[in-house]
Nanobody, 122 residues
Framework: QVQLVESGGGLVQAGGSLRLSCAVSGRTFIGNNVGWFRQAPGNERDFVAIINVIGTTYYADSVKGRFLICGDNAKNTEYLQIDNMKPADTDVYYC????????????????WGKGTLVTVSS
């Protein structure tokens, strides 16, 4: 059973940076895929980024060049570095895990954290 706990959200000014963390437990490192998604009230949950078991990364077009996903297997922690933040980045951010990548919208993610709120002021 996989458990995920996000942290690092908060209030940031536009143009600033933030690093979100996702502590993962109970997973194996075979077919290991971790993703970040975000959702605001009234909006659909959107894919942000995924890193697969060999470290290949995938990003939504809306965040390319500003967001970076990486992981530290020794610490069982995944990170989402966000730079040049925009008000449109204001969302609850969720960390997710899946054994095998599949199709949108969830890309095979079947374990989810409870989310961490990111608010970007203009």
């Amino acid at each position: 059973q996989v458990q995920l706990v996000e942290s690092g959200g908060g209030l940031v000014q536009a143009g600033g940076s933030l690093r979100l963390s996702c502590a993962v437990s109970g997973r194996t490192f075979i077919g290991n895929n971790v993703g970040w998604f975000r959702q605001a009230p009234g909006n659909e949950r959107d894919f942000v980024a995924i890193i697969n078991v060999i470290g290949t990364t995938y990003y939504a077009d809306s965040v390319k060049g500003r967001f970076l996903i990486c992981g530290d297997n020794a610490k069982n922690t995944e990170y989402l570095q966000i730079d040049n933040m925009k008000p449109a980045d204001t969302d609850v951010y969720y960390c997710a895990y899946g054994d095998r990548l599949r199709t949108p919208p969830d890309y095979g993610m079947n374990y989810w954290g409870k989310g961490t709120l990111v608010t970007v002021s203009s």
